[in-house]
């Protein structure tokens, strides 16, 4: 059951390379806008949402792994800032759908910004919670 210790982390390392992702064709995109060559944004949004969808999970998995070990829940720096890269992946992702519908391009800054701290925050949120394994 040892092994059960390492499913969250790899776990959530394989969806932080997702986000990353998300972010370099987000980047793309936004460059591509800058010079007036439209670039597609399909994989983005496709992405962007299987990263939106999922964090619930990785919360979850992350609160269960730590009541497993017995360990007091949101205590950590870690699970501070897994929390703020959630806030902002998510409400990231839900300017995103806007967007996607229809909303002013006004929101497109904020989108941007919101994503990619909740990466950026994501990032440091993984060097924490190497502190924090078993």
């Given at each position: 059951m040892?092994?059960l210790?390492?499913?969250h ?8 390379a997702?986000a990353?992702?998300v972010?370099r064709?987000g980047l793309r995109i936004?460059?591509?806008?800058l010079?007036?060559r ?11 949402r299987w ?6 999970l ?10 497993w070990?017995?360990?007091p829940l949101?205590?950590?720096?870690h ?11 998510c409400?990231?992702g839900?300017l ?8 002013g391009?006004r929101?497109?800054?904020l ?5 990619a ?11 924490a919670?190497f502190?924090?394994?078993?």
């Amino acid at each position: 059951m040892r092994w059960l210790a390492y499913a969250h982390p790899i776990a959530m390392l394989a969806l932080l390379a997702l986000a990353v992702m998300v972010l370099r064709e987000g980047l793309r995109i936004r460059r591509g806008r800058l010079l007036g060559r439209p670039v597609p944004s399909a994989r983005h949004r496709r992405w962007g949402r299987w990263v939106v969808l999922v964090i619930p999970l990785g919360l979850a998995s992350g609160i269960a792994t730590m009541a497993w070990r017995g360990e007091p829940l949101i205590a950590s720096v870690h699970s501070r800032l897994v929390l703020g890269a959630a806030v902002g992946l998510c409400a990231g992702g839900a300017l995103g759908l806007r967007l996607e519908r229809g909303a002013g391009a006004r929101l497109r800054g904020l989108h941007a910004v919101l994503g990619a701290t909740g990466v950026l925050l994501g990032l440091v949120a993984a060097f924490a919670g190497f502190a924090i394994l078993p």
